[in-house]
């Protein structure tokens, strides 16, 4: 009977030391962990936001918020600082807290008060057992298994250095209209058929192809826009040879128009895939027209020289496609059309004849009509100081070179 309150003892300590060793479940803090082959960490939620951080495959990040499509996550920059940015949840996947879960011991129905001992004797023919059995089962302490730590997340790989500057090397070939040196061209050759009432053996050839050379340094604001600047340099002339025979000395015309261009570009480039381009310029154009005309009688020769040059504007708008030779080399192919009316070239006429005259005439380059007869005329194209009003001239204006038609070009591109 007096062993019955140190038993009941006993089982109440070790049910509360039961309790006491089961460990409550641990919580890690949420993290996020990179997906895809590299994701971009900018500094604000938007896709136009700067890129402040480019995280490898695999690469693990402790998780702060949720904004919309974006985690705001942490990391750690090149130079060990803790820092935060946006990542998009496309790149990432979240990984959920792990708990830790341990089975509740068995918790053991308590045992009946010990019973109040009688006061009473009890019968001389019966006698008690010194102590009654408890019907308790044994308590039973589950020790729980040594926790392992997670691994420590793997250290951010250091973002390579982002390549913003372009340097493009390009040529190819532009198709374009002429404008008025190719009335002027075509016009003299007539003026002078119908005057001696000779048509020519030989064709008049006309100024239309060029090849182009260029260069272009381009910025990248974002990975879809571009801004920079460029040139193209162009010269082109074209030869004529024709032969009026007539009589028993032929006559013979040469004649040489020239043209060279210096647009600079200053453009717009925007990248809707990594492939696919398109680009707008505004053109500041430098261009020259020269001309040199020959009309030979046997050894008898007259001749005109001019030589002018403008400023003027322009515009280009392009389709490019593009692809990567090496990560910092790119080839790319484009087509472009192009428009640009250049006018009010300036510049100087050098008449001379075989006998040693000589004239010279500063002036504007002007396109009009030289009259054969009162019903027939022909455009002519000549420098003179003031605007033709002489008789036998008629719609006198200023003459203007296009330049508008469609290019193709071809280059490489390196990165920085």
């Given at each position: 009977m007096r062993c019955r309150p140190w038993l009941w003892i006993s089982l109440s300590l070790l049910l509360f030391g039961s309790g006491l060793l089961q460990a409550s479940p641990q919580n890690t803090s949420p993290r996020v962990k990179v997906v895809a082959e590299q994701a971009n960490i900018r500094l604000r939620p938007s896709i136009t936001s700067i890129i402040i951080y480019q995280a490898p495959q695999g690469s693990i990040f402790k998780l702060i918020a949720k904004e919309g499509e974006w985690y705001k996550i942490e990391?750690?920059?090149?130079?060990?600082?803790?820092?935060?940015?946006?990542?998009?949840?496309s790149l990432v996947v979240r990984l959920e807290p792990k708990k830790r879960i341990t089975?509740?011991?068995?918790?053991?129905?308590?045992?009946?008060?010990?019973?109040?001992?009688?006061?009473?004797e009890p019968p001389p023919k019966k006698k008690q057992p010194l102590e009654k059995p408890s019907k308790t089962p044994p308590v039973v302490i589950k020790k729980r298994p040594p926790s392992t730590p997670p691994p420590p997340p793997p250290q951010p790989q250091p973002s390579p250095r982002p390549q913003r500057l372009f340097i493009g090397l390009q040529s190819g070939a532009l198709y374009f209209n002429g404008g008025d040196i190719n009335s002027g061209t075509v016009g003299l050759a007539k003026f002078y058929q119908d005057y001696l009432g000779v048509k020519p053996?030989?064709?008049?050839?006309?100024?239309?192809?060029?090849?182009?050379?260029?260069?272009?340094?381009?910025?990248?604001?974002?990975?879809?826009?571009?801004?920079?600047?460029?040139?193209?340099?162009?010269?082109?002339?074209?030869?004529?040879?024709?032969?009026?025979?007539?009589?028993?000395?032929?006559?013979?015309?040469?004649?040489?128009?020239?043209?060279?261009?210096?647009?600079?570009h200053l453009f717009l480039s925007l990248y809707p895939t990594s492939h696919l381009y398109f680009r707008g310029s505004l053109d500041l154009y430098r261009a020259e027209v020269n001309y040199h005309y020959r009309l030979s009688t046997g050894e008898t020769w007259t001749s005109w020289t001019g030589e002018s040059s403008t400023h003027d504007l322009g515009f280009t708008f392009a389709l490019g496609w593009q692809f990567k030779l090496a990560p910092y080399l790119e080839f790319f192919s484009e087509i472009a059309g192009q428009y640009a009316r250049l006018d009010n070239?300036?510049?100087?006429?050098?008449?001379?004849?075989?006998?040693?005259?000589?004239?010279?005439?500063?002036?504007?380059?002007?396109?009009?009509?030289?009259?054969?007869?009162?019903?027939?005329?022909?455009?002519?194209?000549?420098?003179?100081?003031?605007?033709?009003?002489?008789?036998?001239?008629?719609?006198?204006?200023?003459?203007?070179?296009?330049?508008s038609g469609v290019a193709v070009r071809l280059g490489l591109r390196f990165r920085f």
């Amino acid at each position: 009977m007096r062993c019955r309150p140190w038993l009941w003892i006993s089982l109440s300590l070790l049910l509360f030391g039961s309790g006491l060793l089961q460990a409550s479940p641990q919580n890690t803090s949420p993290r996020v962990k990179v997906v895809a082959e590299q994701a971009n960490i900018r500094l604000r939620p938007s896709i136009t936001s700067i890129i402040i951080y480019q995280a490898p495959q695999g690469s693990i990040f402790k998780l702060i918020a949720k904004e919309g499509e974006w985690y705001k996550i942490e990391f750690q920059t090149e130079t060990g600082e803790t820092s935060q940015g946006f990542v998009h949840e496309s790149l990432v996947v979240r990984l959920e807290p792990k708990k830790r879960i341990t089975s509740p011991a068995k918790k053991s129905s308590p045992s009946s008060p010990p019973p109040v001992p009688s006061t009473k004797e009890p019968p001389p023919k019966k006698k008690q057992p010194l102590e009654k059995p408890s019907k308790t089962p044994p308590v039973v302490i589950k020790k729980r298994p040594p926790s392992t730590p997670p691994p420590p997340p793997p250290q951010p790989q250091p973002s390579p250095r982002p390549q913003r500057l372009f340097i493009g090397l390009q040529s190819g070939a532009l198709y374009f209209n002429g404008g008025d040196i190719n009335s002027g061209t075509v016009g003299l050759a007539k003026f002078y058929q119908d005057y001696l009432g000779v048509k020519p053996t030989e064709p008049v050839n006309q100024l239309h192809f060029t090849y182009l050379f260029g260069l272009r340094v381009a910025y990248a604001l974002t990975s879809q826009i571009r801004i920079g600047v460029g040139f193209d340099y162009w010269k082109k002339n074209a030869q004529s040879q024709l032969t009026y025979s007539s009589g028993t000395t032929p006559e013979s015309l040469f004649i040489r128009p020239e043209i060279r261009a210096l647009p600079i570009h200053l453009f717009l480039s925007l990248y809707p895939t990594s492939h696919l381009y398109f680009r707008g310029s505004l053109d500041l154009y430098r261009a020259e027209v020269n001309y040199h005309y020959r009309l030979s009688t046997g050894e008898t020769w007259t001749s005109w020289t001019g030589e002018s040059s403008t400023h003027d504007l322009g515009f280009t708008f392009a389709l490019g496609w593009q692809f990567k030779l090496a990560p910092y080399l790119e080839f790319f192919s484009e087509i472009a059309g192009q428009y640009a009316r250049l006018d009010n070239f300036q510049g100087e006429n050098i008449y001379r004849e075989s006998s040693g005259f000589e004239s010279q005439e500063k002036g504007t380059l002007y396109l009009y009509q030289a009259q054969v007869t009162a019903q027939l005329a022909h455009p002519l194209l000549f420098i003179r100081e003031k605007k033709p009003t002489e008789a036998g001239v008629a719609e006198a204006r200023i003459a203007y070179l296009s330049l508008s038609g469609v290019a193709v070009r071809l280059g490489l591109r390196f990165r920085f």
